[in-house]
Structures are given as C-alpha cells and as structure tokens.
C-alpha cells in the first residue's frame, strides 16, 4: 500500500497526490509506483477523515511535502475537493521560503485550466511508463 505520513521511504521525498474520486485507481497506482521508487506519498483519501476535510491538516500534509502532483481529467475540476486542494497548494506555492513544486499530471487528454496551464504537465495518458518516467526525473531535480 501507499506509505502515508508515517514516513516509510528513507530518501525524505514527499509527494501530495490530489484527484477526485473518479481517478481513484490512478491515484493508488500511482501511489504504489512512488513508494516503489522510493517516494513517500500523502494522499488525501487516506489521510483525511471526513471531518477533516477541509481543515488543517491538509496543509499539514502539504507543509510536509516537496512535490504537489494533480491528477487532471477533464472531469477532475468539477470535484470541489480537488479545487479547494489546489487552492491551498498555490497558496503554499506562493508564500516567502517554501519549496512546493506544482506538477500537473494529465491522465487524459485536457486543457489546464488557470493557473495550472503556467506549469508543465506530465503526461499519463498515451503511456502510464512513459509518464511515469518523466514524473520520476521532476522528483529528481
């Protein structure tokens, strides 16, 4: 399963994955694939209750983590969790002395909507390896 904020991995990489609920399998996928490498891996489904939707801790999760990674659909955006996500990781991504990096993960074909279209995305959507791939050598930089 994926590590969570337990801190399993050794190499201090941490990833916070965002996606709605119709790109679930995707998520864990991608999760196992992280830990497989090496990565840790906060994913929200896991680690929020419902009554901590939306609270504190989710930027608690994101203050731990290096990498915001958005799992991006054309359906994706219409999941309000999703948005209020983003909107607390631009924020962090924003703020003076924090190191959050923001990298759209298009798994299917779809226009980034603003802000998002100013960073580079990373596709999974012809080849899952081949996307996989390159999102390992952004988490190398």
Known sequence: MVSTKSG??????????????????FA???GQSLEGAGV???LAHNELSEADKGSRKMEEGLNKCQYFCLAAS???????RLKQELSVALIEYMSPGVT??????RIEECELPHPLSDFEPVDFFNSYDEGFATLQKHLEQ
């Open 8 to 25: 399993k991995n050794t190499n201090g990489k941490w990833v916070f994955l965002s996606y709605a609920d119709k790109d679930k399998e």
């Open 28 to 30: 864990h996928k991608l």
């Open 40 to 42: 840790n891996v906060w």
């Open 74 to 80: 054309p359906e994706s955006f219409q999941s309000p």
């Open 100 to 105: 959050l990096n923001i990298l759209p993960l």
